[in-house]
């Protein structure tokens, strides 16, 4: 049986938007597999064994949680968050790339979903064509920048302290750079990362 191609998780409280959305989204033309989390906790444990794609989010979710969800965006930075605009939140525009509202034509929440499908691959290809690193080196990177050791890398993306290591030679071997601050440098002007997203 063949693999999704795409991966989406809805953010979710109420079992009704969200039933609603999953039937949205499995009658559409994207090939997609949806996942469901409650909390930002549920969210957090899924993320451990899948890799999303996109994220739709109820922003109610992030009230006071700001920095949780800046970590979960650093740690998975190809994943892009599409919120769910109740007229609540003014903020919410900062923590997700776009948003809809429940009125919005099922025509247009695909369409705005598929939009940031492409954009995600786009930007995906264009990273590995600008500094010809895998996605998985890039991950390590974003990871090397935020000052997380070696063991943390590995524990966060479930692969061994040996991997991370050969994907740390390669990254060095491909940019030619060595030190923290230059891999920093380079993250950010690769825009793999954005200088407000760093732990300083």
Known sequence: MRKPSLHIAILEPSRII?????TILYQSDLDCRVHRSETLEELMELLEITPLDILI???LQFVNREKEI?????????MSVAGIDYGIIQKQSMLTDLS???????????NLLSKLDKKNREVG???NE?????KREIEVLTGLVNGMMNKEIADSLHISIHTVVRHRKNITMKTGIRSQSGLTI???SKKIVSIEDIDI
Do not use: M
Not at 71 to 76: C, L, S, T, V
Not at 130 to 134: E, K, P, V
């Open 125 to 127: 290809l264009q990273k």
């Open 70 to 78: 800046r970590r979960i965006r650093k740690q998975h930075p190809s």
């Open 100 to 110: 809809f509202t429940l009125y919005d034509s099922v025509d247009h929440i695909i």
């Open 186 to 188: 380079y993250a950010i």
């Open 18 to 22: 969200c039933e609603g959305l999953q």
């Open 57 to 59: 989010a109820n922003p």
């Open 130 to 134: 600008d500094d010809n690193l895998t």
